[in-house]
Nanobody, 121 residues
Framework: QVQVRESGGGLVHPGESLRLACEGS??????VAWFRQAPGNEREFVAA???????HYADSVKGRFTISRDNAKNTVFLQLNSLRPEDAAVYYC?????????????????WGQGTQVTVSS
């Protein structure tokens, strides 16, 4: 059974950091992406990493968030620094077996249940 599971969300103050993890099981993934959805908003692309570790970021998180992967553990990380209240959302990990990383959510076959990130003073 193929599964994708996120962890690492929580409540932080503005300016603080979190590290999210996305662990896959059941198969080795190629490209992995993070999306987020805040209440009343559509799901939006945050960051993606290809099978070859090329990275892509939404403009709103460039310079603050970093995506990386540990292939030995089939895990992708998202380091969230300098968090802002507008970063608060449920963060979802999505994966595909092919290696090319897309920013479109429709390209991904496997999704986790999400992890909540709350940024509040």
């Amino acid at each position: 059974q193929v599964q994708v599971r996120e962890s690492g969300g929580g409540l932080v103050h503005p300016g603080e950091s979190l590290r999210l993890a996305c662990e896959g099981s059941g198969r080795t993934f190629g490209a992995v992406a993070w999306f987020r959805q805040a209440p009343g908003n559509e799901r939006e692309f945050v960051a993606a990493i290809s099978g070859g570790s090329a990275t892509h970021y939404a403009d709103s998180v460039k310079g603050r968030f970093t995506i990386s992967r540990d292939n030995a553990k089939n895990t992708v990380f998202l380091q969230l620094n300098s968090l802002r209240p507008e970063d608060a959302a449920v963060y979802y990990c999505a994966a595909r077996t092919a290696g090319y990383a897309y920013t479109n959510s429709a390209a991904y076959d496997y999704w986790g249940q999400g992890t909540q990130v709350t940024v509040s003073s």
